[in-house]
């Protein structure tokens, strides 16, 4: 990888920034500061200097240590690893720099003059039309926890990709980045009632207080969240791409709620205004890393940026209020999760690595394989076999019946086993264009059938 | 360094650990959570964990490259560098998990039952006694953008570490992780007035508006109180003792606004409370980090402790409104840093290193000296020897009067030429011992001539 800019890539990063600082700037002529194009003119400035900072430091990670070869290619030279943390670093400042857009009521008179709060009587008339875009103050704290998880989050991953934090320890690091949100939740909002379904309002009531197992159900989701991303990873692209599908599937949702079709004010408006706050953003850094990720891939992301995309949708969801919509995004990863399971809690042995192989004399990725060197377990053996009888695994046996080998239990082997070899880009398209799709249904399902078995769609 | 604990110290510190936990869960009981009890309590935690992983952690880190060699050594053995990072890092989680003690007014009815809110209004009655340490709610931004200030300073400062970044762009570190707490402070508070001493009256009115010259102050106070504890450094110890003298003084003043004696309510109560809650877990891991730090060193606290450290005290200051004061406590750091110029600006030469000079036949510290190559210009040379008179330097000339060599620009060098050759650990103890009776004497003048020069002290 050239540490260097192109002068293509130069000239389109430096005019994407000017207009996006033209749009910042125009901003604060308008009396009402316009958060969400703000938001967007900032994401447009995270990808331009992601985009840069990503070539520019490579070097620096290389000598540093943080480097790795890619297995899946003929020519495995060494390239940067945990680049996600770029990406993080970026992310966070922006989020930062956005704060007095959303939360500054009178903005405009502040930086006219600097402390002359007696101008500021004369703004609440223009206030008082549709304010779309803006946040009422005291959401304030919610947003500067969602920041200081975050931060946690690439704190945390950052140690992990330096020490090389070992599995079961691992599998905790989100739990404890969720910390600052969890208590300032508790703290600022304190609300742990769920709306509970129809069927179940017999025996639980309209309400159910979760009480303390709210917070648990809290750090739950952000470390399924992550893990499950974590998971998915392995071949190019993959860590970013379904990221980036995630993010796109959430925002078309929040876009939902701020349509003008949509009855306003509606109490779910601001928390879909926070949550495309949070994630415009993002999306402008993994547009970024990824253009650099994508097959063949010129840097590696490391797991910061599992860690952090997982926690930006932890974070999100938890703040936005819409968890079981996440969740629903997220069931691809579930799915690979539950699927890799066994091999997780070594039901059945779990190579190192478990990569798809690359066949050098193709160039395509083939399923990889495990071996069994000693006979399985006689119910885990028939599993198996139940399991190559579903087309869910490619199972190979002796003369005997013995399982000898079977492929690996991801969704990426998986996906190898139905479709056969391929290359690796096409692999990822291939796994993306089903969990958009995926996305999408499971969207659609939620806002037709959500009457069903809930009084009231918070739509 | 041994990697594990001795079993003494494995018990001191589990029972100081059982000793503050019984502290806490008993904050619980009494109906106004005692947040400042909590805060000591809190402290003896951070103090204990950050003991136990330095020593745990010591191994990883110096396998991972963060090692240095002790030059003011016989046997300059390898010991951990950037040790500053797991302070950092317990001191964040620290103050995290403080948040509810002096946020969440209803804390005892909350834990008992977890979203009972109803309930609170019974507690109201006892909340009109005299509330000395209770925070408004309002002032929780103001608390977590001091936590996301000190997460940027520990990632940047880690970065640092990592990555060795030029003087020149280190510098502006600490301005940069300013940022989120000026936005918060311009957003949430946004008051740029200072008092105008009384013989500038007649020409600034008594209240001058610095507007945004504001934050650029306090951006510069950043900048100013990390950088001049960077660079007082060098000695065993050195670096940590002096930011515990630095917070331990800003504590007896905090303690001053705080004491029976002062008139209740106060306007400057909740600033000095704040204040207290920053500082007291930060002693605790300093100490922590002193105990290994203290000559002879058995780690390094790296440029993450230093400016981190810095970062505590203008966080402090700038949030508890004691700016002015706190600049009076950092004037030894001040004096280093004026007194080094000659030398960091190039005026005159300046080797890589300025330590004080081991002297391996007698193990004690001579102070260091820069051989000029090529004769000095008139006018430096001349301003040499003049300091050289004023028993400021120790200048060594030739027989033309020419000037050949002199001692480093450094406040530990001048320590040297002023008492002579002496052990490490001495001189670190005399420059603390200095560092103390100037900050006291500082503290005394501060309160006592304050009224000269305003109308009120807000003691």
Redesign the interface.
Known sequence: MAAALSSTEAYSLLALSLACFGILSNTFSRADGEPLVASIAFSGLAFASCYALIRWLGG?FMR??FKGRDLCKLRQTEIPETMGAVCA?VY??TL??F??WP??KDIVV?TS???N?DVIKELEEVETGRLLHRFPHNK??SY??A??SL??I??LG??DD??DIRWRHKLFIPA?AA??ML??Y???F????MVVPIPLRPYLGELF?L??L?YVYMAMLSMFSTNSINILAGINGIEVAQSLVIAVLIVVNDVLYLSPFTPYPHPATDSHLFSLYLLLPFIGVSLALLKHNWYPARVFVGDTYCYFAGMVFAVDGILGHFSKTLILLLLPQGFNFVYSAPQLFHLVPCPRHRLPHFNARTGLLECSRVEFKRPLARPIAESVKLLHRLRLLDVESDENGQVVSCSNFTIINLWLVWFGPMREDRLALGLLAFQSAFGVLGLLIRHRMALLIFTADNW
Chains 1, 2 share one sequence.
Do not use: H
């Not at 304190?190 to 009632?193: I, K, N, R």
């Open positions: 620096a540093r240590g670093v966070l400042f930062i720099m704060i007095p939360f500054y502040a003059g600097g402390g709060r304030l704290a500067l926890s920041i200081l931060q946690c690439a704190l950052i140690g330096l020490f404890i910390i600052p208590i300032v508790f703290v600022d304190g609300v742990t009632q207080d009480g303390w709210y």
